[in-house]
């Protein structure tokens, strides 16, 4: 296979690694459900075939929670003079640039499981709702300090809307 | 009556005879201004005294307009009606109404005529205290408007936030020379109403405002004002109010850039996508009958054949006395035959701009101009409305168009790239276009997909059957975006975004090479970065913001990884968004 999109002379930061067990955490319990609801019709009915739906979906999860190793390590941002790029995505890539002064807020936000393991996501919010940064699986400290860098980041090169 | 306030009025372009002194309507608006500024003053110089900060009323025809007429037509069917039992009650005739001579029998009419009585009273100190508890105010920094009796509401816009001002006349409000006046800032639904003020106050007021907004100081702002005295009767003046162009004479340039004559207008609707749709579904329905022999099937459609019609008429409406001319403050639009409308756009206000041309358009060499705004209206009809900048026009009038909202696109070679951009047959010129191995994804429009950079706007160049450009200024950019999925990156391309606020459009360009993608990526990231801070629009007359954002610049260049505190920025009162 072919290199993946990505910048020329880039140096990514990675995320903790430990956002993978998020990941697996999260991927863990939605397959297990739903593969249990799509169970319940085989049992119900007892035909044999209707198997198929949860043990194929089963299946996806388990290669989505093999793979998930690599998704995490594919996320990355990097914080440049003018603009925070973020990437993420190892079948479907996708890299964001985002002038720093473009910010109208940044959200950290903690789920159950990032809080197990200690982990934060940061949401950098501009005017248009198709940006879409947000970062996962940064330690909380780091999440904090990188908020407090954008923002001063955003203070410096503030720009209209 | 001697006037004071008239001859503080300086600028008059042409000195004219003292206006005549019947009432005027706008005149109501003075009964809530203080005792002592009850002289009369000059149109201009009250839209000033509205801009003065303190809390002021609206136009007492407000509550009829607002949906009182009804309330009317029902106080006036009951008063009828109730004339006619009386009459009959009077002089005898037995062919009353019956539910009202058997309550008159049961002994319950006085009480009923006393409720009846009662709740319409109630209805008409509602109406007259919502008027009174509905005050607004402009200041050097805001404009608020506070109403509700019950529950109140309280609504501020920031000046510098201003996306568009607009004025909007319906029908019935002319009839009473009323306007309503909106001021859109940044958000859904995000606008402060000033239902209704009188109709020529109204344009002095937006020209008030956007002149606080634009960043000029008050007393200069004062001196700008260039009273427009009319003179004549009350119906006379209604009468030219109603027959006046929709642009405000005194504050544009008389003629509109663009005109669209009828037969244009006309054409245009015929050869739209919908009327296809309408024929198709026509011969559809003929089809139908013809095979069934039922003509139930007429029954089914007639929803839509409503629905077609109506879409056909409002766009009709929309585009007739159609006018886009430039102003110091922006740009501005006004349409409408009967309701009119007209809006300003400040300096700075379009986020993104696209230039369509439908398939069926193309024999006659027509085209369509559609903007991103910052301000959304929830209703579809008003976004269809808001959004289309030029609902019809040849090149002539896209390039003039274009010049106007984008004046950085004016020189030669940007009017080359945006020509080479419109065209069918440019091929090989300034725009990076698509690799021939993505044939398979732009069947025909592969040579022609690409972007280029035209002055300050990223240009993005779509479609070989319904062609399109896609133009976004850098300084209104929110962020650049590539992806890639399965597909393309097996076939060495990649698909890149441009992001911009919520609207029609969306700057989006597929099938590029990555190589291309990935350079176009960075150049784009750093110019957006570079023109977000230059950008003065939000005060685009101050020269303060100027200096600020120079200075801004200067700052940022010197010292790369900013600490937060930097006291210079932390004081700039000059932030926006």
């Not at chain 1, 640039?97 to 940061?122: C, F, W």
């Not at chain 2, 009174?132 to 408007?145: A, C, Q, S």
Request: proline share 6%; net charge negative; no cysteine.
């Amino acid at each position: 296979m072919t290199e993946r999109l990505d910048l020329r002379d880039a140096e990514w930061r990675g995320i903790s690694t430990k956002y993978a067990v998020v990941e697996v955490g999260g991927l863990l319990i939605m397959g297990a459900i739903l593969s249990a609801a799509t169970a319940i019709p085989t049992f119900v009915t007892g035909i044999q075939w209707l198997a198929a739906i949860p043990i194929s979906l089963g299946i996806i999860f388990l290669i989505n929670i093999a793979l998930t190793p690599r998704r995490v390590r594919a996320i990355g941002y990097m914080l440049r003079d003018d603009d925070l790029v973020f990437r993420r995505g190892l079948m479907f890539r996708r890299v964001v640039a985002v002038p720093y002064g473009r910010m109208q807020l940044v959200d950290i936000n903690r789920g159950p499981l990032d809080r197990a393991v200690g982990l934060s996501e940061l949401k950098f919010v501009t005017a248009a709702a198709s940006t879409g940064v947000v970062i996962p699986g940064l330690p909380e400290q780091d999440a904090e300090e990188l908020r407090d860098t954008l923002v001063a980041l955003a203070e410096s090169r503030r720009a209209g809307l | 009556m001697t006037d004071p306030h008239e001859h503080e009025s300086v600028p008059i372009p042409e000195p004219r005879p003292e206006p005549a002194r019947e009432p005027e309507p706008e005149r109501e608006l003075e009964q809530q201004l203080d005792a002592e500024q009850l002289v009369a003053p000059t149109l201009a110089e009250q839209a000033r005294l509205l801009a003065d900060g303190e809390w002021h009323r609206l136009h007492p025809a407000t509550p009829f307009l607002r949906g009182g007429i009804a309330f009317l037509a029902i106080i006036g069917v009951i008063i009828v009606n109730a004339r006619d039992i009386f009459l009959e009650m009077i002089f005898g005739g037995d062919n009353g109404f019956e539910p009202f001579d058997r309550l008159a029998r049961a002994g319950f009419l006085v009480p009923i005529v006393l409720i009846v009585l009662l709740v319409l009273l109630l209805s008409v100190a509602g109406f007259y205290f919502s008027w009174r508890m509905h005050t607004f105010r402009i200041t050097d920094e805001l404009v608020e408007v506070r109403s509700g009796i019950l529950f109140r509401t309280n609504r501020r816009g920031r000046l510098d936030r201003i996306q568009g001002i607009n004025i909007s006349r319906p029908i019935f409000a002319r009839l009473f020379g009323a306007a309503r006046l909106e001021v859109n800032v940044a958000g859904q639904d995000a606008n402060v109403e000033l239902a209704y003020l009188g109709s020529r106050g109204a344009d002095d007021l937006r020209r008030a405002i956007l002149q606080l907004a634009s960043g000029t100081r008050a007393a200069e702002s004062a001196e700008a004002q260039a009273p427009g005295q009319e003179h004549g009767g009350i119906v006379e003046r209604r009468v030219s109010e109603l027959l006046a162009p929709e642009l405000d004479p005194n504050a544009a340039p008389p003629e509109s850039i663009v005109r669209i004559r009828l037969p244009r207008l006309i054409g245009s609707l015929v050869f739209s996508e919908a009327t296809v749709m309408a024929i198709l579904v026509a011969v559809g329905i003929f089809v139908a009958i013809t095979v069934t022999g039922r003509y139930f099937w007429l029954l089914v459609f007639l929803p839509g054949v409503l629905g077609f019609v109506g879409y056909l008429f409002s766009r009709l409406t929309r585009s007739l006395r159609y006018s886009i001319a430039s102003t110091e403050d922006g740009i501005r639009i006004g349409y409408g035959l009967l309701s009119t409308t007209n809006e300003t756009l400040p300096p700075g206000r379009i986020h993104a701009v696209e230039v369509s041309q439908p398939l069926m358009w193309r024999p006659a060499g027509w085209w369509e101009i559609k903007i991103n705004t910052a301000s959304q209206a929830s209703s579809s009809t008003d976004t269809a409305a808001k959004t289309t900048l030029l609902p019809v026009g040849d090149l002539d009038d896209v390039h003039r168009v274009l010049q106007l909202i984008l004046p950085s696109l004016a020189d030669e070679q940007s009017r080359e790239l945006l020509e080479a951009g419109l065209s069918a047959s440019a091929h090989d010129d300034a725009y990076v276009t698509s690799p021939k191995r993505a044939r398979a994804l732009r069947w025909f429009s592969w040579r022609r997909n690409g972007y280029a950079l035209i002055s300050d706007a990223v240009a993005l160049r779509k479609g070989a059957i319904w062609r399109s450009l896609v133009l976004v200024p850098q300084a209104r950019m929110q962020s650049v975006s590539m992806h890639e999925g399965p597909l393309l990156r097996r076939m060495g391309l990649a698909e890149l975004r441009v992001h911009t606020v919520a609207g029609p459009i969306s700057a989006t360009i597929g099938a590029m090479d990555r190589g291309d993608v990935v350079d176009f990526f960075d150049e784009v990231g750093r110019a957006a970065a570079l023109s977000a801070g230059a950008d003065t629009s939000h005060r685009w007359r101050s020269e303060n913001a100027m200096k600020a954002h120079d200075a801004q610049n200067a700052r940022a260049a010197e010292e790369v990884p900013v600490a937060a505190e930097d006291p210079v920025a932390a004081d700039d009162p000059e932030v926006i968004l």
